[in-house]
């Protein structure tokens, strides 16, 4: 029975492999195209929204800052106003003789063009501030509104600058709140003007990534130039306070 039963084992052949039926034609067949590159395929990284922190930047530089203008604009005129109603009034920021509002208020500079200067912030600083409004709330603003505040952020900048010059060569003094004005419009022209190099609103193509991350050195380079300015003009007073007179 044993032999019988290796006999048996012996010869039985093993099952026959399947053969492939016919293939079905409702299959989808195998693509046969090699895989992209991995520096060919486009990825979402997230990056798509580079240029919406410089934007939203500007926007609060904007925003912010023609606020500032306007509120010292509208002190500036109330003060202005009470001196011309009582030429003995002694206006809030009158400290001393070199921070004297007044002393500034009582020479035609400070009426430029036959009315007090404040009137022009408070005519301009409330476009600035729908500008930076419209600015965060993500409306895309023409190319035509950016290079309109280009020029007015450049008209301003001149006239503060000129005041400057004014009040530290010819007048002698220096309005605290004025100088709160120079600060606001600074920047407002200097973040209009990157954003329109950044943008290539002004002519050319955009400019780079290095400028929208390191062009806040150069507003700050601005400021010390001025603060440069303001200290060399009253060495006697600002050695004064520091102990050196």
Request: hydrophobic letters at 50%; a negative charge; proline letters at 8%.
């Amino acid at each position: 029975m044993a032999e019988h039963g290796r006999h048996r084992g012996s010869t039985a052949t093993a099952d026959p492999a399947p053969t492939a039926g016919p293939a079905d034609p409702t299959a989808p067949l195998a693509s046969t195209t090699p895989p992209a590159p991995v520096d060919d395929v486009e990825v979402d990284d997230g990056d798509d929204d580079d240029g919406a922190g410089p934007v939203r930047g500007t926007g609060w530089v904007l925003l912010v800052g023609g606020i500032v203008g306007a509120v010292v604009s509208l002190v500036l005129l109330i003060e202005k106003l009470d001196l011309l109603a009582n030429p003995d009034y002694i206006p809030s920021c009158s400290i001393d003789p070199v921070l004297s509002c007044g002393t500034i208020m009582k020479t035609w500079q400070a009426s430029l063009a036959g009315f007090p200067n404040p009137v022009f912030g408070l005519l301009t600083f409330p476009l600035v501030i729908v500008s930076g409004a419209l600015v965060l709330s993500k409306v895309e603003l023409p190319r035509w509104y950016w290079q309109a505040l280009q020029v007015g952020a450049l008209a301003g900048v001149a006239f503060v600058h000129w005041l400057i010059a004014q009040s530290l060569l010819v007048i002698h003094a220096l309005c605290p709140y004025c100088m709160v004005a120079w600060v606001a419009v600074l920047a407002i022209f200097w973040f209009t003007t990157m954003h329109n190099l950044r943008e290539g609103n002004l002519g050319g193509d955009p400019s780079g990534p290095t400028l929208v991350r390191r062009h806040g050195w150069g507003l700050a380079a601005w400021y010390l130039l001025i603060v440069v300015a303001v200290v060399a003009s009253f060495p006697a007073y600002f050695g004064a306070m520091v102990g050196l007179a």
